[in-house]
């Protein structure tokens, strides 16, 4: 499975203290230039930074050959470079949390997930509690709307009770 990342989900991941449930879900995650440069920021979070100074053998940096220049100037660079680097890929899927980013990727029928489906798969894989990385999450500034946390938390539940 070939997966690409966005900046987005990584540092959330990282805050939590969640990043390596990517290596057991996806194996290895590709990430362009400019993810690895926005999360070197200065401002960045210094958990952040210190983990993308010296990533896991899992997360690969990989240079895009050819940015995409029909994507819509209002995304930031390193969204427009993990599409591009997911077109030239052929990525399964896209690690992307903003709305315009994950409308433009789709428009390029590239599977998008974000960083709460990647919480709940690793949820239901035994990892963590859902509801409780749900509320952390907040406590990051992590905004979702009403509906998608309602339907995150009830296909949670529905697999809980269905598997005990």
Do not use: C
């Amino acid at each position: 499975m070939i997966v690409v990342a966005d900046t987005s989900p990584l540092n959330y991941l990282i805050r939590l203290g969640h990043a390596d449930v990517l290596r057991e879900i996806y194996g290895r995650v590709l990430i362009p230039h400019a993810v690895l440069t926005e999360m070197q920021h200065p401002d960045a979070p210094l958990e952040v930074r210190a983990w993308a100074s010296a990533p896991p053998a899992w997360l690969e940096h990989k240079q895009v050959q050819q940015l995409d220049g029909t994507l819509a100037s209002e995304l930031g660079a390193g969204e427009r470079e993990a599409i591009s680097l997911a077109l030239e890929v052929a990525a399964d899927v896209l690690l992307i949390d903003e709305r315009a980013g994950r409308q433009q990727a789709e428009a390029r029928h590239i599977e998008v997930a974000g960083t709460l489906a990647v919480l709940l798969q690793a949820s239901l894989r035994g990892y963590f509690d859902f509801p409780e990385a749900l509320q952390q999450l907040r406590q990051y500034g992590f905004r979702i709307s009403r509906v998608v946390e309602a339907t995150m938390l009830a296909r949670y539940v529905q697999h809980k009770e269905h598997h005990e």
